[in-house]
């Protein structure tokens, strides 16, 4: 497994915001794609976000318009900017490299993170 750190969850009021980081090394030199994904206490996993190596850029209907998803490929960072924050956004945030446009499937999908916490009360 590669360690990767994601940073930047906590708690927040209803309506606030907060910005995400997954900092993945070597993500970007290996052609990954990013996925976000949120489990919250008692569900499933979601879907959340995805960010390709072409920047392509794709959201779940539940965030679009409220959360965007950037990269700083120089950094291996991807970020999460999170607005308007809901009760229902409350989860445990994680990413995920992702092989898919040519993308090394030994190394992006190899990634081993702890997540980020995001509590938002109403």
């Known amino acids: 497994q590669v360690h990767l750190v994601e940073s930047g969850g906590g708690s927040v009021q209803a309506g606030g915001s907060l910005r995400l980081s997954c900092t993945a090394p070597g993500f970007t030199s290996s052609r990954c794609d990013i996925d976000w994904y949120r489990q919250a206490a008692g569900n499933q996993r979601e879907w959340v976000s995805s960010i390709t190596v072409y920047d392509t850029t794709t959201y779940a209907d539940s965030v679009k318009g409220r959360f965007t998803i950037s990269k700083d490929k120089a950094k291996d960072t991807v970020y999460l900017q999170m607005n308007n924050l809901k009760p229902e956004d409350t989860a445990m945030y994680s990413c995920?490299?992702?092989?898919?446009?040519?993308?090394?499937?030994?190394?992006?999908?190899?990634?081993w993170g702890q997540g980020t916490q995001v509590t938002v009360s109403s």
């Open positions: 995920k490299p992702t092989a898919r446009y040519g993308g090394s499937p030994f190394y992006c999908n190899n990634y």
